[in-house]
């Protein structure tokens, strides 16, 4: 069994739904164990068109007995359910399904990169990874997820929204 922490995002639709349903459907999976979940965080849009709405983000700690591309093929399964177009890069979506870590493996495949290239420089990202695993090590960066969210910038535009 793999540790496996997956980052959810929305900001279309019925955002809050659209979450629930994924990790629903993620626990629901023979070969996954849903370990943790994080608190919901509503965050500004990072990069992508200007006027997008606010996005909800999550995370959640897995056991997985899948390898890394037969998740990543679900997860995108999960998010076509959800009605996500993949027109725009970092555009609007109904749900993202993001693989950020899988136990400490590295792997720079052009369908997969572990941990997920961007982790470091997302506080949408790193805010609900520090509620599962502040102590964490992140492979590659010499540090663990309480370590990237200190060194980061000043993290703006996130604000927990609780349980969900």
Same mark, same amino acid.
């Given at each position: 069994?793999?540790?496996?922490?997956? @980052?959810?995002?929305?900001? %279309?639709?019925?955002?809050?739904?659209? %979450?629930?349903?994924?990790?629903?459907? #993620?626990?629901?999976?023979? +070969?996954?164990?849903?370990?943790?979940?994080?608190?919901?965080?509503?965050? =500004?849009?990072? @990069?992508? !068109?200007?006027?997008? !709405?606010?996005?909800?983000?999550?995370?959640?700690? #897995?056991?997985? +007995?899948?390898?890394?591309?037969? $998740?990543? =093929?679900?997860?995108?399964? #999960? +998010?076509?359910?959800? @009605?996500?177009?993949?027109?725009?890069?970092?555009?609007?979506? /109904?749900?993202?399904?993001?693989?950020?870590?899988?136990?400490?493996?590295?792997?720079?495949?052009?369908?997969?990169? $572990? !941990?997920?290239?961007? &982790?470091?420089?997302?506080?949408?990202?790193?805010?609900?990874?520090?509620? $599962?695993? !502040?102590?964490?090590?992140?492979?590659?960066?010499? @540090?663990?997820?309480?370590? &990237?969210?200190?060194?980061?910038?000043?993290? /703006?535009?996130?604000?927990?929204?609780?349980?969900?």
């Amino acid at each position: 069994m793999s540790l496996v922490f997956i @980052g959810l995002g929305a900001n %279309l639709g019925d955002r809050l739904a659209n %979450l629930r349903h994924a990790r629903t459907a #993620l626990a629901a999976m023979t +070969e996954v164990q849903l370990v943790g979940s994080s608190r919901l965080y509503e965050t =500004e849009p990072v @990069g992508g !068109p200007e006027g997008q !709405p606010a996005f909800f983000n999550a995370v959640l700690q #897995l056991q997985v +007995e899948l390898d890394p591309y037969q $998740l990543l =093929e679900r997860c995108q399964d #999960l +998010e076509r359910a959800c @009605g996500r177009k993949r027109e725009t890069r970092w555009g609007p979506r /109904t749900l993202d399904i993001d693989l950020l870590l899988v136990d400490a493996m590295i792997s720079r495949s052009p369908e997969l990169e $572990l !941990p997920h290239p961007r &982790l470091a420089g997302r506080g949408f990202v790193l805010a609900p990874l520090l509620d $599962l695993a !502040p102590d964490l090590p992140i492979p590659g960066s010499g @540090g663990t997820v309480g370590d &990237l969210w200190r060194r980061g910038e000043p993290w /703006t535009g996130i604000a927990c929204r609780g349980d969900w």
